[in-house]
């Protein structure tokens, strides 16, 4: 049972756009802390995706974006691609917890 | 440019002892706060500890008591020593720079990960 409450899976068809969201509470997100998303391809580290609630680092694809409001965060994808198939993390911080994260959403590109 | 590469990992009887490795390269250790997070398998990510610039530690309360996060500055490597491992904590460990603000963390880069399987 993870802080942060992510839908297990999501999918959608190339070209389409897809979102996956992030609920926490006034512990964490809602208490101000900003969401972080990261992208996991099978096999592989988990990678940097959004920052600071809507921050793109360098390389990341404008099609990825994210928002935050009040104890949730949305990742949105748009102009789906197979590349994008991966497990998707969201990631706050907690007063009493420190680091937190979601229990991930697979996305499935059909 | 930026890496870390974690080593350490293996399989360990339950009750046993382990230390995990992170050697970083294109930034200083010791200048930033480093935490280490682990995935079991098929699992999410869990955050296991933190060390700070400044040399405070911090720990999940899962790992409390039984690992120990330390950095060798000479070396510019990071260390998880874990002890009385049980089989909960086999997993995927992953050592990451921990950049702090004042509105919380991000882990940015991480390692390619080291796999601990703690079984008799």
């Known amino acids: 049972q993870s802080v942060l409450t992510q839908p297990p899976s999501v999918s959608g068809a190339p070209g389409q756009r897809v979102t996956i969201s992030c609920t926490g509470s006034?512990?964490?997100?809602?208490?101000?802390?900003?969401v972080h998303w990261y992208q996991q391809l099978p096999g592989t580290a988990p990678k940097l995706l959004i920052y600071?609630?809507?921050n793109r680092p360098s390389g990341v694809p404008d099609r990825f974006s994210g928002s935050k409001s009040g104890t949730s965060a949305s990742l949105a994808i748009t102009g789906l691609q197979a590349e994008d198939e991966a497990d998707y993390y969201c990631?706050?911080?907690?007063?009493?917890?420190?680091?937190?994260f979601g229990g991930g959403t697979k996305l499935t590109v059909l | 440019e930026v890496q870390l590469v974690e080593s350490g990992g293996g399989l360990i009887q339950p009750g046993g002892s382990l230390r995990l490795s992170c050697a970083a390269s294109?930034?200083?250790?010791?200048?930033?706060?480093m935490s280490w997070v682990r995935q079991a398998p098929g699992k999410g990510l869990e955050w296991v500890s933190v060390?700070?610039?400044?040399?405070?530690?911090y720990y999940a309360d899962s790992v409390k008591g039984r690992f120990t996060i330390s950095r060798d500055n000479s070396k510019n490597t990071l260390y998880l020593q874990m002890n009385s491992l049980r089989a909960e904590d086999t997993a995927v460990y992953y050592c990451?720079?921990?950049?702090?603000?004042?509105?919380?963390?991000?882990?940015?880069?991480w390692g390619q990960g080291t796999l601990v399987t703690v079984s008799s």
């Open positions: 990451a720079r921990d950049v702090g603000t004042t509105y919380g963390s991000w882990f940015d880069p």
């Open positions: 294109g930034f200083t250790v010791s200048s930033n706060y």
């Open positions: 060390i700070y610039s400044g040399g405070s530690t």
């Open positions: 006034s512990s964490n997100i809602g208490a101000g802390y900003d």
């Open positions: 600071g609630n809507s």
């Open positions: 990631q706050s911080y907690d007063s009493s917890l420190r680091g937190v």
